[in-house]
């Protein structure tokens, strides 16, 4: 099935991420436009992590996420109210999801991402 437009008009799309590993981390840039205030503007949002199991399924876990200039891993409430909009904002065709759920593990090993399936 076709991705869905995110209900959040300002939420970025899934052809807007721009995905790079380095040093056993995944990177993700993403254009955002922030509205505070009455004020907005457009920002990079950047993250590194790795991914971590939540529950009984792979999740990505930034440890770093920088709007602009600012290191909004240091101001959790913050960090927590961003993963939750770009992760409700991104949603995964029925068969990738699918699958993903099976997976026995994920990993990043020097420049790849493995994902290991449950036998």
Same mark, same amino acid.
């Given at each position: &099935?076709?991705?869905?437009?995110?209900?959040?008009?300002?939420?970025?799309? *899934?052809?807007?991420?721009?995905?790079?590993? &380095?040093?056993?981390?995944?990177?993700? /840039?993403?254009?955002?436009?922030?509205?505070?205030?009455?004020?907005?503007? *457009?920002?990079? !949002?950047?993250?590194? /992590?790795?991914?971590?199991?939540? /529950?009984?399924?792979?999740?990505?876990?930034?440890?770093?996420?920088?709007?602009?200039?600012?290191?909004?891993?240091?101001?959790?409430?913050?960090?927590?109210?961003? @993963?939750?909009?770009?992760?409700?904002?991104?949603?995964?065709?029925?068969?990738?999801?699918?699958?993903? @759920?099976?997976? *026995?593990?994920?990993? !990043?090993?020097?420049?790849?991402?493995?994902?290991?399936?449950? @036998?």
């Amino acid at each position: &099935s076709a991705p869905k437009k995110p209900a959040d008009p300002q939420a970025p799309a *899934a052809n807007q991420l721009n995905f790079h590993i &380095s040093k056993g981390l995944l990177q993700i /840039g993403l254009p955002y436009t922030v509205d505070l205030l009455g004020l907005s503007g *457009a920002v990079i !949002i950047q993250t590194q /992590g790795a991914f971590a199991k939540e /529950g009984d399924v792979f999740v990505y876990e930034p440890s770093t996420i920088y709007i602009g200039s600012l290191p909004a891993q240091r101001i959790p409430i913050l960090l927590s109210l961003l @993963k939750k909009k770009i992760y409700s904002a991104q949603e995964l065709p029925d068969d990738l999801a699918a699958a993903w @759920k099976r997976l *026995a593990n994920v990993s !990043i090993e020097d420049d790849r991402l493995r994902l290991t399936m449950a @036998k």
